[in-house]
């Protein structure tokens, strides 16, 4: 099994988009080995669309821009695997990639035998320029079984954006994870709408193939190609949250060569990473507190018996949040209740009636690794 628990890495495309080169990426790899980064668990480095010369060589393989990655891909995977990382390359099951650089329909068995041969152990794969005569599962599937035959583990991210009810068919592909989501912007709106997005499509992911959120914005502010606004820390903390609560894989966005100390903080929050790869990889769930979108309480069961529980406020207004630990499984008739502290600011839980309640304010969350006790 390739993975067993949601990945985690960087990706060259929310900040550079088409300004990929050795250069930027042997220099991420130095900070994600040596900052911190890597001990936290990021471990792919992915080179995203562009990175490509426009033809094919004379025997139909894919060539790396030779001015954008003068020493080819080969070499680039040897750095980053000398420094206990691994690498991540970028294709498209249509006839171009989304930024119109060759893509792998009809060549799936010589690409997955390429970025093998480049010793590449992860590949993400779009669903731009797709022939509308043929259905995108079989063209996944294709690649799927090219990666399952290509002599090496190579990791599937189907990156599909959740068209064409992705979700019935990506589990039958081998993908390992699959994009459930359109591409993320740096703002809280974007985040917002990825976030409710989820709600429906939750049982979809899981282990084996995990419901992929799409890259993390986290320490963007507003740089880059998928910059625009920017978000404030507070909305930085709902996204990173709210990916690791929904199992989601992350991937960070932003240039760690200029990471500030807030954003690091949030991207290597070491209770909330272990919530995202717990090993029980449960479902979450969502309870909408008055039916309403903007307060989502997310649940989720973890391996030890402790519960993962967060309050998300996506509102423009403070709120008043609440649920009764009874809703949890944790029954004060049985005898038990709960303690845990939030895993941002340690505050301990509040609880009044065997009722965890929290006033969270606009953009805000509140998330407990909660423990069950006995009622003494
Ligand atoms: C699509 C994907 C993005 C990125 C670009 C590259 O939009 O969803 O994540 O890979 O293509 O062109």
Known sequence: MITHVPPMGWNTWNTFAGEVDEQLVLSSADILAESGLKDA?????????????????????????????????????????????????????????????????????????????????????DYCFKPSSVEGKLLFRRMGLALAN??????????????????????????NMWRSTPDIMDTWESIKNLIIRQYDILPFGGQGCFNDMDMLVVGMNGRGHVGLKGCTADEYRVHFAAWCLLGSPLMIGCDIRNMDAEAKAILTNPALIAIDRDARCAHP????????????????????????????????????????????????????????????????????????????????????????????
């Not at 583990?153 to 039958?172: M, P, Q």
């Not at 903007?294 to 649920?323: C, K, M, Q, T």
């Not at 965890?356 to 969350?365: D, E, R």
């Open 150 to 175: 290509s002599g090496r583990d190579i990791l599937f991210s189907g990156c599909s954006g959740g068209l064409d009810a992705t979700h019935e068919w990506i589990g039958s592909t081998g993908a």
């Open 41 to 125: 668990g990021y471990e792919y480095v992915v080179i995203d669309d562009c990175w490509a010369l426009k033809e094919r060589d004379k025997n139909g393989k894919l060539v790396p821009n030779p001015e954008k990655f003068p020493h080819g891909m080969k070499y680039v995977a040897d750095y980053i695997h000398a420094k206990g990382l691994k690498f991540g390359m970028y294709s498209c099951c249509g006839t171009m990639t989304c930024a119109e650089f060759p893509a792998s329909f009809d060549r799936e068995y010589t690409d997955a035998r390429t970025f093998a041969e480049w010793d590449v152990d992860f590949l993400k794969y």
């Open 285 to 376: 769930y969502i309870i909408r507190q008055s039916d309403n979108d903007e307060y989502p309480l997310i649940v989720r069961h973890l391996a030890d018996g402790d519960i993962a529980f967060g309050f998300f406020n996506l509102s423009d207004s403070a709120a008043n949040l609440w649920i009764p630990l009874a809703d949890l499984g944790i029954s004060f008739t049985q005898g038990k209740s709960a303690e845990g502290k939030d895993v941002y600011t340690g505050k301990p839980l509040a609880l009044k009636n065997e009722t965890l309640f929290a006033t969270v304010p606009p953009h805000g969350c509140e998330v407990y690794r909660l423990k069950i006790k006995d009622i003494k």
